[in-house]
């Protein structure tokens, strides 16, 4: 089907502030990752879910970052009272087997004044 | 901890002809993948050619091609007849020791095709 979306495209939080960013993966995709791609840099992993599991979360920088995907399609990535090094633009991504490539969504730029 | 290093931050080649980017990556596995992944502008991350580590014959996509050593780790990019639609970051990447499927990233190197 489609390919993975995300919402919304753009966010300007004011510091302080909580945020929920969504994630559509691909219909069948097993699992789900999120990353932190700061301006210039590569993405960097934050979690990670295989169905409505959460395997991995080694990657969240602090517990104001917070994920989950309750049924195992859709997926939110939520960050309580942001700050302005939250700023960065969050990618999701979904793949079908292990190994096999992760199909990425367009990313959600988030920016924290 | 794994790395990924892209030692080449930005580059650039003329319409037409090759560019080779590099890659060396550090890992204790015997077993992996590698990836290549490009970012246009737009900001969408595409998947360009895909390496599998216990494959001695290099991957082939088109105009995209690999050059793998594994013992040596390294893991170059070539383009040949290179287009101004290939202008975008890539990114080498490969999954995280521990059977985690978590994608390690390099740094990324800035390409730009010229007319």
């Known amino acids: 089907g489609a390919g993975v979306s995300q919402s919304p495209r753009y966010k300007v939080a004011k510091r302080g502030q909580d945020v929920a960013l969504r994630c559509d993966p691909i219909?069948?995709?097993?699992?789900l990752f999120w990353y932190q791609q700061a301006l210039g840099q590569g993405p960097e992993f934050l979690t990670y879910?295989?169905?409505?599991?959460?395997?991995?979360k080694s990657g969240l920088p602090s517990d104001r970052f917070f994920a989950e995907r309750p049924e195992g399609s859709v997926s939110t990535l939520k960050i309580q009272r942001t700050q302005q090094e939250d700023s960065a633009v969050y990618l999701c991504?979904?793949?079908?087997?292990?190994?096999?490539?992760?199909?990425f969504g367009p990313g959600t730029r988030l920016t924290v004044l | 901890a794994q790395t990924v290093t892209q030692s080449q931050p930005e580059m650039s080649v003329q319409e037409a002809e090759t560019v080779t980017l590099s890659c060396t990556y550090d890992?204790?596995?015997?077993?992996?993948?590698l990836f290549w992944y490009k970012q246009p502008p737009s900001r969408q991350m595409i998947l360009v050619i895909r390496?599998?580590?216990?494959?001695?014959q290099n991957a082939t996509e088109n105009r995209f091609s690999v050059n793998f050593q594994k013992a040596a780790k390294s893991f170059s990019l070539k383009i040949s007849d290179s287009q101004l639609g290939d202008t975008a970051m890539y990114f080498c990447?490969?999954?995280?020791?521990?059977?985690?499927?978590?994608?390690?990233f390099g740094k990324g190197t800035k390409l730009t095709v010229n007319p």
């Open positions: 390496q599998e580590a216990y494959k001695q």
């Open positions: 991504a979904s793949s079908q087997f292990r190994g096999y490539e992760q199909f």
């Open positions: 879910f295989q169905n409505e599991a959460q395997l991995d």
């Open positions: 890992t204790s596995e015997n077993n992996y993948y």
């Open positions: 990447a490969f999954p995280s020791q521990g059977g985690s499927e978590k994608l390690v």
């Open positions: 219909s069948g995709h097993v699992s």
